[in-house]
């Protein structure tokens, strides 16, 4: 995908709490020192580079009291509310002995799901990126609540790629790489160099859980691998702290593993909106005799619709289900519930509706079931 200055490439790196972290899970700066080297020895050599730093909540829990990492939400906010600026401070320092500016982005889910604040991120980002600063990303952890968090920094890393349109997005973490199983739990474990597809052994391999510093482990980053790749977002997986791992990563030198789409799903901008981060609203249930096999070919019209679910205002995004009510695609709907049911009943003929229930730039359709939708 093509970035603002086609000379310049873009990268997204995102570390992980346990990469930036001691021993007792408390922020590290040799650890913050030498990511920071790294970082600038890429921005030298001329790449645009956002970064996606968890240890908001590491940097802070120690000062806030606590003698361990907290489980609790409300503490771990708390600690975060501390944690958030000393890093920034550390971030700040570093760059600048680099020659270097940082500025601090911090998003929640809920800005990424308004598609008017989703566009305003990527034009602050673009800004920033283009006069040669270091956007520093993170979780608004602060203000989150449960239900509504991105959770791990992975899927947040992987979204803010598409958003900027990124040439790679690089994931270090505490292990070299995606192993055909876990690690910890076999020695025999092979590491995987270049992944063209999200298989069900890959998802198998991952597992579920993470260190006990970090909260995605390697299931979060495979899917966000899943949406960086939909995003036509190539990426690698690799550790943090290897001697040279972003610019080895960046000439496909460096051990790990490589994640390249076979597919080119390439979603534009709107769709990956659509798809990762609007939240649906609604449903529509196609009739019987429906042709799927054009739904992304022509706009969605309203005499394929056979029944109406839920309320949804005009605008919103709505999911479309087949006849046996399996998901078929996501879009923007250009009526409201009321006035769908409502013409239902009335039965209008197709040219009494003004217009097409669902654009055809506003569907995303024949989703595949690896990709993670955001519902
Ligand atoms: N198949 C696998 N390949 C590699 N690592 C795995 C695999 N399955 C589970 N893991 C575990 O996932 C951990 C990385 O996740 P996590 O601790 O959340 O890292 P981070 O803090 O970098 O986000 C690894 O240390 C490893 O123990
Ligand atoms: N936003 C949180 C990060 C959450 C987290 O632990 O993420 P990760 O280490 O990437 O699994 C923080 O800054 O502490």
Redesign the pocket.
Known sequence: MATADKNRKRIVIK?????LTSLHGEISRRKLERLVDEVAELKDNGYEVLLVS?GAVAAGYRKLGCLERPTTLPEKQAAASIGQGLLMEAYSELFLSHGYVASQILITRSDFSDEIRYNNARNTANVLLERGIVPIVNENDTVTVNRLKFG???TLSAKVAGLICADMLI?????D????????ENKD?KLLEKVEEITPSIEK???D???S??????K??IDAVKIAMASGVPTFLGK?GVPNILVDAVKRKAKGTYFDSKTKLNLDQKRQWILFNSGPEGEVILKKDADLSQLGKKSLLPSKIDRVIGTFKVGSVIKILDYEQKPVGLGVVNYSSTELVQWKKEELTMEEYPKEVVYNEDLVCHIEKSIPVSV
């Open positions: 570390i992980g709490s346990s990469s968890s791990d920094n992975d994931i270090l973490s505490d292990i790489g995606l192993y055909d199983s876990d690690p910890r474990a391999a991952a597992g859980s993470g260190s510093v970090g909260t995605g482990g390697m979060s980053k943090a």
